[in-house]
């Protein structure tokens, strides 16, 4: 069975610092993967996915994802942060494209000014 | 705004009545899945439907749990007999299919009282 796991439940950090967020998934194939970010009380944004090819994705809002098969991970960054994205930011697997999903319980991203 | 609509936004019932609610998917999008959300952890997959075709049903789809999507357009998801425990967010994704990714509705917030 398909699981993802994100350690981070909550992270603060300063505006205009770095971020990285921490995905870690367990899959008996190779993995449909995806970031999403979740307003208060809305629905979920895809940020970025990884299928196939290049290990590095880039996603909207400046973000970018690396997939490492031998550390089963798939860890969101951004250079710089900025207030606007505080929220709460989920790692999902997926059994193809088009198929159902299993998400991680999320991690809460809050930027300090 | 995805595309993806969902009604109500918000309801509250009382325990033990029945509940429905529907999601409307983006006009060429033949995949449809419904989600549920509790506070602090991430969807959970409930089901999914192929144009009409219901394929697949989570096991936390209890018997008082019922979803329709009538000719492959607007889907709706019953809950009879209403619990506590079924106070969630209740999401809806739609998709084109294989190769393509899912958009979210902005959820329907379900309280039991």
């Known amino acids: 069975a398909q699981s993802v796991t994100q350690p981070d439940i909550h992270i603060t950090v300063s505006e205009g610092a770095s971020l990285e967020l921490r995905c870690n998934y367990s899959?008996?194939?190779?993995?449909?993967l995806f970031w999403y970010v979740q307003s208060p009380g809305q629905g979920l944004q895809l940020l970025l996915k990884?299928?196939?090819?290049?290990?590095l994705v880039q996603g909207i809002k400046g973000f970018e994802a690396e997939f490492k098969r031998s550390q089963s991970s798939f860890n969101l960054r951004k250079p710089s942060v900025h207030w606007s994205d505080a929220a709460e930011y989920f790692c999902?697997?997926?059994?193809?494209?088009?198929?159902?999903?299993?998400f991680g319980d999320g991690t809460t991203l809050t930027v300090k000014p | 705004d995805t595309g993806v609509s969902q009604n109500p936004r918000h309801k509250i019932t009382k325990r033990g009545q029945n509940v429905t609610f529907r999601c409307d998917p983006i006009?060429?999008?033949?995949?449809l899945y419904w989600y549920r959300q509790t506070l602090g952890q991430g969807p959970e997959f409930l089901t999914y439907?192929?144009?009409?075709?219901?394929?697949?049903k989570s096991r936390l789809l209890s018997d008082r749990f019922s979803a329709e999507r009538p000719k492959g357009s607007f889907s709706t998801l019953e809950i009879q007999r209403t619990e506590q425990g079924d106070s969630a967010m209740y999401l809806c994704?739609?998709?084109?299919?294989?190769?393509?990714?899912?958009?979210f509705g902005q959820g329907t917030r379900l309280t039991v009282v």
């Open positions: 999902a697997v997926g059994a193809g494209i088009g198929g159902k999903s299993t």
């Open positions: 899959y008996g194939a190779t993995p449909y």
């Open positions: 990884y299928f196939s090819g290049d290990t």
């Open positions: 006009s060429e999008h033949n995949r």
């Open positions: 439907f192929q144009n009409e075709a219901q394929l697949e």
């Open positions: 994704a739609t998709t084109r299919g294989e190769g393509s990714e899912a958009f």
